[in-house]
Each structure stands twice: as structure tokens, then as C-alpha cells.
């Protein structure tokens, strides 16, 4: 079975840009959070999404967009990009939204901003 | 302060024991995980437990949970070369999976 993929793995764009980042969960799971990781620090939660629905948002500002289709699939979308957006991106796909299931990773996104 | 903590780096002899400890400081934490993350990768989510448990076993992994301390550990036993990596300890309060990570512990293991 396939597990989560995202794409595209690796991502170069200019301040001041858009960038759209994509996930699909794993075969039958209905939740898609994700996390924003910098280089020596933990994930830092950005959105849950589940049967379409947003869950939860994290600490981010509003540049920071997301959406969940109908096939469960989720799009990350950020705008107007800062330098500080460097990061890895990771999407995590779990059968429900409840706080004791398990959540599979994606390999992640790196994003460069310069 | 930050809500989770953990050391940055630990290093062991392959074959002895690690163990890797995790503080947090939210009491209302219901579950509590440990991730592993190797170079290039995503998040592998190791184990969890519960927070009305106080240890879990699950082959070379043990994971002890002190709640009046709001202290966590992962041990891991006969540790081998293909451990290392980066350890997140993550709490999570409440129904939603929403979980806060801590920095990541290195763990590297030498012959």
C-alpha cells in the first residue's frame, strides 16, 4: 500500500511568491494535518483537516491557507512567501482526528525561499 | 519556556542501552509519543501512551511515564547502529490529534 506522498519533494522560490504543496493521505484515512519544521527544531502543528472540515489551526498567520478535497487530499497553500518559510513541510494522514491515533508522515517537502 | 523540552544530543556504545528524557509541562496532556526521524525523512511514529499508564513495552523500546513530574523517557535496549537518528517526544491535549513536539533528542550510536 501506497503511504502518504507529497509533492513536489523539493521547492525554490523567490520572496514574495506562492507556493501550493500537495498530500495524499493514505487509502481510507480521512485526516491531513501539517506541520511546518525548521532546521533543528520539532514540527510546529499549522492545520488539521478532517472529512473536508478544518479541525485546528496552529500559530501561523493568515498567508497560511489549506483545503481538504473530496477524496481527502489537501493542499497547502502560502502567499506572499518570507524568507523565514524555509522549511520542511510535512503532512501526516490518520484514520480519524482523535488524539490517540496514529498519524502516518510523509517524507515532507523542502522549501527554499531566497 | 518551551512546552516540551528534551537534551539536543545523546551518544551510546552500540549494544548498550539509551534512554532519552522528555519533560513537559502541560498537566492536562492525554497522550504522549515518541517519533523517530532519520536524515531526508518524515516522522515514524514509535510508540504512545496514554497518560493514565505509567510504562509501555514494546520490544526493545520502554517507554516510562512519571505524570507528577511531567517526565517522559524511551528506552531503548541493545541499541544499534540503525537507531540513529532524531528522537521527538510530542504531547497532545484533548480530543483532537494536535500534538506539540519537543526539539529532538540526536541520538548516535558508535561501534
Known amino acids: 500500500d501506497a503511504g502518504v506522498t507529497q509533492s513536489p519533494t523539493h521547492l525554490i522560490k523567490t520572496r514574495g511568491q506562492h507556493v501550493t504543496l500537495r498530500c495524499s493521505p493514505i487509502s481510507g484515512h480521512k485526516s491531513v494535518s501539517w506541520y511546518q519544521q525548521v532546521l533543528g527544531q520539532g514540527p510546529q502543528f499549522i492545520f488539521q483537516?478532517?472529512?473536508?472540515?478544518?479541525?485546528g489551526r496552529g500559530n501561523f498567520p493568515d498567508r497560511f491557507s489549506a483545503r481538504q478535497f473530496p477524496n481527502y487530499s489537501s493542499e497547502l497553500n502560502v502567499n506572499a512567501l518570507l524568507l523565514g518559510d524555509s522549511a520542511l513541510y510535512l503532512c501526516?494522514?490518520?484514520?480519524?482526528?482523535?488524539?490517540?491515533?496514529?498519524?502516518?508522515f510523509g517524507q515532507g517537502t523542502r522549501l527554499t525561499v531566497v | 519556556g518551551e512546552d516540551v523540552e528534551q537534551s539536543l544530543f545523546l551518544s551510546v556504545r552500540e549494544g548498550d542501552s539509551s534512554v532519552i528524557n522528555c519533560t513537559y509541562t502541560?498537566?492536562?496532556?492525554?497522550?504522549l509519543y515518541w517519533y523517530k526521524q532519520e536524515p531526508g525523512a518524515g516522522l515514524q511514529l514509535l510508540t504512545y501512551i496514554f497518560s493514565n499508564m505509567d510504562m509501555k513495552q514494546d520490544q526493545r523500546l520502554t517507554v516510562l511515564l512519571n505524570k507528577k513530574d511531567k517526565h517522559l523517557s524511551l528506552r531503548i535496549a541493545d541499541t544499534q547502529t540503525g537507531d540513529s537518528a532524531i528522537y521527538f517526544c510530542a504531547e497532545n491535549t484533548g480530543g483532537s490529534y494536535i500534538p506539540t513536539f519537543g526539539r529532538g533528542t540526536s541520538l548516535i550510536v558508535h561501534p
Open positions: 502541560d498537566s492536562s496532556s492525554t497522550y
Open positions: 501526516a494522514s490518520s484514520p480519524g482526528s482523535g488524539g490517540g491515533t496514529e498519524a502516518f
Open positions: 483537516y478532517y472529512e473536508k472540515e478544518e479541525r
